[in-house]
């Protein structure tokens, strides 16, 4: 069973096209993220919902935007993609259990613009 | 500077040997603690999760935290060519939900 599943796993595509990446997590979690991956590895938040409310939005071009139709899923949405979105781009979940606070990652997806 | 800062390696070490992986921080509000392994082409996955200062220990994985010294560190005994990931700190201040991530250490185990 795949508690938090991103598609697609790769995407290629041009300079100026808009593409969205899907999330969904069946693990009952009231709170979601996208994380940005650059080339080196750091991993910066960019999102994140909590019971489908925007609760972080780094600074972040506002060609990004992140829909969360139900607590299950949060689908990011990028406009005009540009040469510097090529990355990796992981969605995770995570649930408050007294204080405690565990997140669970997606697989990733890379993308790559042309 | 950066909020949390971590050597990103790469650090190679036989197999069996004892390996420590550190990471320092600014922000004295911080009070979660957690490594995460993200081997290649993988998500995080995460391994340990402290509480404020203190050890915590899992199997051939030990955590520790210094809060004094904004100090946090990752051993891991008898290590594994298994063991060979990209090893990432991350942080967390008490009611919030942005983590602070480390760039990550990568880590070669050689049998």
């Known amino acids: 069973d795949t508690a938090v599943s991103q598609t697609p796993k790769y995407l290629v595509t041009q300079m100026g096209n808009d593409k969205s990446i899907k999330c969904e997590q069946n693990l009952g979690h009231d709170t979601m993220y996208w994380y940005k991956q650059d080339s080196k590895k750091f991993l910066k938040i960019m999102f994140s919902y909590n019971n489908k409310e925007l609760i972080i939005n780094e600074t972040v071009p506002n060609r990004f935007s992140p829909k969360s139709p139900d607590k299950a899923h949060l689908n990011l949405h990028i406009n005009s993609l540009e040469l510097g979105d090529s990355a990796v781009y992981f969605c995770?979940?995570?649930?408050?259990?007294?204080?405690?606070?565990?997140?669970?990652f997606g697989p990733g997806t890379r993308l790559l613009v042309l | 500077q950066k909020e949390v800062e971590q050597d990103p390696g790469p650090l190679s070490v036989p197999e069996g040997a004892i390996v420590s992986l550190n990471c320092t921080y600014s922000n004295s509000a911080f009070q979660y603690f957690m490594w995460y392994r993200q081997y290649s082409r993988k998500g995080p996955e995460l391994l340990m999760y402290t509480y404020s200062s203190g050890n915590k220990e899992d199997g051939r994985f030990t955590a520790q935290v210094d809060k004094s010294s904004k100090y946090i560190s990752l051993f891991i005994r008898d290590s594994q060519p298994s063991d060979s990931a990209t090893y990432l700190c991350?942080?967390?201040?008490?009611?919030?939900?942005?983590?602070?991530f480390g760039t990550g250490t990568r880590l070669t185990v050689i049998p």
């Open positions: 995770a979940s995570s649930q408050m259990t007294g204080f405690e606070e565990t997140q669970y």
């Open positions: 991350a942080m967390l201040e008490t009611g919030a939900n942005n983590l602070f």
